[in-house]
């Protein structure tokens, strides 16, 4: 069964930085194009990163040169390296892969991250 598992999250005072985890199973990862969004309280889930199965990234305008989304295939891994953090990032912080290879989309369960001091 595909599964998504973000791990990484927690308490971080502003100007800190995370790193976030999602870790695949089941899927052909190294031909799945991966993602990063979240969801803040009352706010529809929103993009953040992506990554394609070619490696091209791109970003939501509020996060580029603060987070820098990378993959490794042989760990089945996507990262989400955030750095600068605001109080306004944060939010439960979700995986997604999506592709031709994989039929459907998945989502991990998320992961929360709150910026506060």
């Known amino acids: 069964q595909a599964q998504l598992v973000e791990s990484g999250g927690g308490l971080v005072q502003p100007g800190g930085s995370l790193r976030l985890s999602c870790v695949a199973s089941?899927?052909?990862?190294?031909?799945?194009?991966m993602g990063w969004y979240r969801q803040a309280p009352g706010l529809q889930r929103e993009f953040i990163a992506s990554?394609?199965?070619?490696?091209?990234?791109e970003y939501q305008d509020s996060v580029k040169g603060r987070f820098t989304i990378s993959r490794d295939n042989a760990k089945n891994t996507v990262y989400l390296q955030m750095n600068s953090l605001k109080p306004d990032d944060t939010a439960v912080y979700y995986c997604?892969?999506?592709?031709?290879?994989?039929?459907?989309?998945?989502w991990g369960q998320g992961t929360q991250v709150t910026v506060s001091s």
């Open positions: 997604r892969a999506w592709g031709t290879y994989l039929g459907r989309a998945y």
């Open positions: 089941a899927i052909p990862f190294s031909r799945a194009n």
């Open positions: 990554i394609t199965n070619t490696l091209s990234t």
